[in-house]
């Protein structure tokens, strides 16, 4: 699974591309305008697909941001403007691929598939993570406890992953809910909580008296392995 983040300024171009990324496995952010795909980038997120034609920070400006900054981050260009200019120049300063609209899902998920597999360090591979008796198998994206796979809906996997690569790392609350669902996500910090409960339930011995994810009081939650 990556995690993708789809910047477009048009909502149903969001929704489509969100629905078809989620389906093909992948973890999707969705920003609107180029402030919030600038802060979703450097949170951390393994693609970006970015239409220049954003609000506030049009999509030329936020990439030429992130190079500027060191983020290597993969970047697909969408683009609906007819100057072959702003292909041109997306490329130069530092776009991966480049996609015209009207475009085919098929087509757009081919060429992230290519930037991702090409820009992938050659030294990264899926880990086993593991915290007393749960394991984390990032490779075929599942969870086992005590060796039997776990159900697990995508974001508790997402959410209990990032808690399993970091060890002893105290999240707050906020932090979990900008990292697994995202800037525009419009809930608040219970929806961790209940995500949570919903873990413990599925990976603890006794959900009541949590001995892998434990909560820090007043602030979020850590894994302690």
Known sequence: MSTIIVADDEREIREMLVYALERDGHLVHA????????????????????????????????????????????VLILTARGDEVDRVLGLELGGDDYLSKPFSTRELLARLHAVLRRLAPEQTRPRLLHAGGVEVDEA??????????????????????????????????ETLLERVW?????????TVDVHVRRLRAKLEENPERPRVITTVRGYGYKLTP
């Not at 979703?40 to 970015?50: F, I, K, N, P």
């Not at 599942?142 to 002893?168: C, H, I, M, S, T």
């Open 182 to 190: 995202g800037f525009e996500f419009d809930g608040d910090a219970r």
């Open 140 to 173: 075929a994206r599942e969870v086992r406890r005590d060796g039997a796979a776990v159900g697990l809906k995508p974001r508790e996997y997402a959410l209990f992953a990032l808690l399993a690569a970091n060890p002893n790392v105290a999240f707050s609350r």
């Open 31 to 74: 920003a609107g305008d180029g402030p919030t795909a600038l802060r979703a980038a450097r949170s951390g997120a393994d693609a970006l697909v970015l239409d220049l034609g954003l609000p506030v920070i049009d999509g030329l400006d936020v990439l030429r941001t992130l190079r500027r900054e060191g983020c290597g981050i993969p």
